[in-house]
């Protein structure tokens, strides 16, 4: 199974409202990752947790909340976000170590803040 | 980090022709490349995966890395209509337990029937 999926497909919110993206691995990766792809650009690394803990955070604004609740899963939590935060959210997920370094990625959620 | 360059594209080749996608990277110290290929409106795609110079063959596809000239490219061979997606062949970077990858705008390849 080299399956990532991502939940929901699409979501609508306004700015004042809190939703989270969900996402999940079951091919025992321990490092998973969130990426931002706006219309016609490259996906943009946001953050990276490596053994459920985060270690990279792309100076991304804290209206993004990620969490790990365990080697499965990823969240995203959004508040108070701005149109412009519009976009493809992408996960990611990888083996950790030397030499294990192909991603693998969801289909996205495709999210429209209002 | 730099970013990766690739050719800027967009290209459009009629169907069965062979089609060449090119990038330089900048990394030194980068030993691992991959193609993904993007649908539109969906998540990236592993391709071709490789950790040497040389070629490389899967199908109707092939890599060739560079790394004397920090260069990679795939080959495409009797393109099909299907085949039209972004292609990005992004850089990685270790560090942390885990490995970041930094993609290039990629090339957009549209082939016609």
């Known amino acids: 199974d080299t399956e990532v999926t991502q939940t929901p497909k699409h979501l609508v919110m306004g700015m004042t409202n809190k939703k989270s993206l969900k996402c999940e691995q079951h091919?025992?990766?321990?490092?998973m990752y969130w990426y931002k792809q706006k219309a016609k650009k490259p996906p943009e690394l946001m953050f990276v947790?490596?053994?459920?803990?985060?270690?990279i955070n792309e100076s991304v604004p804290s209206r993004f909340s990620p969490e790990c609740p365990n080697s499965s899963l990823l969240n995203l939590h959004l508040h108070a976000l701005q149109p412009e935060d519009s976009a493809l959210y992408l996960c990611?997920?990888?083996?950790?170590?030397?030499?294990?370094?192909?991603?693998?990625f969801g289909p996205g959620t495709r999210l429209t803040v209002l | 980090q730099k970013e990766v360059e690739q050719d800027p594209g967009p290209l459009s080749v009629p169907e069965g022709a062979i089609v060449s996608l090119n990038c330089t990277y900048s990394?030194?110290?980068?030993?691992?490349f991959m193609w993904y290929r993007q649908y539109s409106r969906k998540g990236p795609e592993l391709l071709m995966y490789?950790?040497?110079?040389g070629n490389k063959e899967d199908g109707r596809f092939t890599a060739q890395v560079d790394k004397s000239s920090k260069y990679i490219s795939l080959f495409i061979r009797d393109s099909q209509p299907s085949d039209s997606a972004t292609y990005l062949c992004?850089?990685?970077?270790?560090?942390?337990?885990?490995?970041?990858?930094?993609f290039g705008k990629g090339t957009k390849l549209s082939v016609i029937p």
């Open positions: 990611a997920s990888s083996q950790t170590g030397q030499g294990n370094n192909e991603q693998f």
């Open positions: 091919m025992g990766h321990r490092a």
């Open positions: 947790y490596s053994y459920e803990k985060l270690s």
């Open positions: 990394n030194s110290a980068f030993q691992y």
């Open positions: 490789t950790y040497s110079s």
């Open positions: 992004p850089e990685g970077y270790s560090g942390a337990g885990s490995y970041q990858l930094t």
